[in-house]
């Protein structure tokens, strides 16, 4: 029930394509739902956050859809570029009296080709 | 503004040996919390600290302990290594402990070796 399942394990896209990764709760306690970019020899570095009242958010070519009844969210990025090119990791945050902790997905490796 | 520190970055160790990592966190964030990322999977929680006191522990043995620091600034302690216990070791702030508007800042990791 902690889990936070992402697919596809690793993605290929041409440049200027649109790059899809999708994630999957069980937990209807998560409450925030952040989108992490992490490059080679780096700490992920947060890219787009939801929470989950919200079905929807853009934030210049990336974009969260989130479904609340299916307990599904995504990423979209637009216009794929090579500089895009990372490890992309969906999380979820449990909020309880012991704290906060972010649970994360394994992780999609996407190459942008160009 | 300096991003959140961590040190050192690299770090080989032996089976059995005790290891201490230490992280710096954004200026004015009192949370600091603790992750390991084996190769080729997410970052799995293991301490969260605020204000000087541990607010939350994931699923960790008892070789892992931390602390917080009056400066905010935190340590990561393992016990007893195990070759299992090779892995980048990430720590985060924030503002406060449910990551505020801003969320969590993720410094660049330890990266442990046990041999």
């Known amino acids: 029930q902690q889990q936070v399942k992402q697919s596809p394990q690793s993605l290929i896209v041409q440049k200027g394509g649109i790059s899809i990764i999708n994630c999957a709760y069980e937990n209807t306690a998560f409450d925030y739902f952040p989108w992490y970019q992490q490059f080679p020899g780096k700490g992920p570095a947060l890219l787009i956050a939801i929470r989950p009242d919200v079905s929807e958010k853009k934030e210049g070519r990336f974009t969260i859809s989130f479904n609340k009844s299916a307990k599904q969210f995504s990423l979209h990025i637009m216009d794929s570029q090579p500089g895009d090119s990372a490890t992309y990791f969906c999380a979820a945050t449990l909020s309880n009296q012991a704290g906060t902790a972010l649970i994360f997905g394994k992780g999609t490796t996407l190459s942008v080709s160009s | 503004d300096a991003g959140v520190t961590q040190s050192p970055t690299h770090l080989i160790k032996t089976r059995g040996q005790h290891v201490t990592l230490r992280c710096s966190p954004i200026?004015?964030?009192?949370?600091v919390s603790w992750y390991q990322q084996v190769l080729g999977q997410g970052p799995q929680f293991i301490f969260q600290?605020?204000?000087?006191?541990?607010?939350g522990r994931g699923n960790f043995p008892d070789r892992f302990s931390a602390r917080q620091f009056p400066n905010y600034s935190s340590e990561l302690n393992v016990n007893a290594l195990l070759l299992g216990d090779s892995a980048l070791y990430l720590c985060?702030?924030?503002?406060?402990?449910?990551?505020?508007?801003?969320?969590?800042?993720f410094g660049s990791g330890t990266r442990l070796t046990v041999v």
């Open positions: 985060a702030s924030s503002f406060s402990p449910g990551g505020g508007s801003y969320g969590y800042t």
């Open positions: 200026s004015g964030h009192k949370s």
């Open positions: 600290y605020y204000e000087k006191e541990e607010r």
